[in-house]
């Protein structure tokens, strides 16, 4: 690693600070909401070094940081280390009441995608391959995130959302042979839409049927809670969950 634990710290901090707070963080910000022990101009001194390195950019130069597509990416990668999940049992019984007030699998998948985009306030996907069936949830929804005030996002995102449906098994379907979640982050994605972040896994349906489940949203998403929400769900599914059982 090119940086050292504290500036490992402040990235982080910047990282998620600004998902929640939706506006640079300044280091004055840090030393007032965080004890990390050091002068403010040490902290100054380290968020330089983050931007000379490509973790950070200054948007303005009297504003604070925001993370770049590098700083994100470090910040998943060390949330994929940790393999966190969210507490299964609340997302089995709410599976469950599904189960019982649907009574096939496709209004099944359909209403799961709903779910999906409800927790993760993201665009929801899901795709079974066989069928060549596509849901989609949430895109309303999606558009309350800050970024959506400026409309060049909004068609922005729209193309990304066209270019996804039809490209999807040419540009994602190859990545995906694991089960773990696989993340795009800006310029990472193979649509080369540099505003927005992907996370998709593959999993398996009954009937031994190739399924996927997808979250599209700004890079500013609460990357944590997808990423154990898509675990999670796959987790589930790949338990044999179904309802003729």
């Given at each position: 690693?090119?940086?050292t634990k504290?500036?490992?710290?402040?990235?982080?901090i910047?990282?998620?600070?600004?998902?929640?707070?939706?506006?640079?963080i300044?280091?004055?910000?840090?030393?007032k909401?965080?004890?990390?022990?050091?002068s403010?101009?040490?902290?100054?001194n380290?968020?330089?070094?983050?931007?000379?390195k490509?973790?950070?950019?200054?948007?303005?130069t009297?504003?604070?940081r925001?993370?770049t597509?590098?700083?994100y990416?470090?910040?998943?990668n060390?949330?994929?280390?940790?393999?966190r999940?969210l507490e299964?049992?609340?997302?089995?019984r709410?599976m469950?009441?599904?189960?019982?007030?649907?009574d096939?699998?496709v209004?099944?998948l359909?209403?799961?995608?709903?779910?999906?985009?409800?927790?993760?306030?993201?665009?929801?996907?899901?795709?079974?391959?066989k069928?060549?069936?596509f849901?989609?949830?949430?895109?309303?929804?999606?558009?309350?995130y800050?970024?959506?005030?400026?409309?060049r996002?909004?068609?922005s995102?729209?193309?990304l959302?066209?270019d996804f449906?039809e490209?999807f098994?040419?540009?994602f379907?190859?990545d995906?042979e694991?089960?773990?979640?696989?993340?795009?982050?800006?310029?990472?994605?193979?649509?080369?839409?540099?505003?927005?972040?992907?996370?998709?896994s593959?999993?398996s349906?009954?009937?031994?049927?190739?399924g996927?489940i997808?979250?599209?949203?700004?890079?500013r998403?609460?990357?944590?809670?997808?990423?154990?929400?898509v675990?999670?769900?796959?987790?589930?599914?790949?338990k044999?969950?179904?309802?003729?059982?």
């Open positions: 690693m090119d940086i504290r500036q490992q710290k402040i990235l982080e910047v990282v998620r600070d600004y998902i929640d707070l939706v506006e640079p300044s280091s004055h910000h840090i030393e909401k965080y004890d990390l022990g050091v403010p101009a040490t902290i100054r380290d968020m330089k070094e983050l931007i000379e490509g973790y950070l950019t200054q948007p303005h009297s504003a604070g925001i993370p597509d590098k700083g990416r470090y910040f998943v060390k949330l994929l280390k940790r393999k999940a299964s049992r609340d997302l089995a709410q469950k009441i599904l189960e019982k007030r649907i096939n699998e209004k099944f359909r209403e799961l995608t709903g779910f999906l985009a409800g927790l993760s306030s993201s665009l929801a996907y899901s795709y079974l391959s069928e060549d069936l849901w989609k949830e949430g895109l309303e929804e999606t558009f309350h800050p970024e959506f005030e400026d409309i996002k909004i068609h995102f729209l193309n959302v066209k449906e490209r098994m040419e540009e379907s190859h995906l694991s089960r773990e979640v696989k993340i795009y982050i800006g310029k990472e994605s193979p649509l080369h839409n540099d505003d927005f972040s992907i996370l998709v593959k999993y349906f009954p009937g031994d049927r190739d996927y997808a979250l599209l949203g700004p890079k998403m609460a990357y944590d809670r997808n990423i154990s929400l675990n999670s769900l796959v987790k589930l599914l790949e044999g969950y179904d309802k003729r059982k």
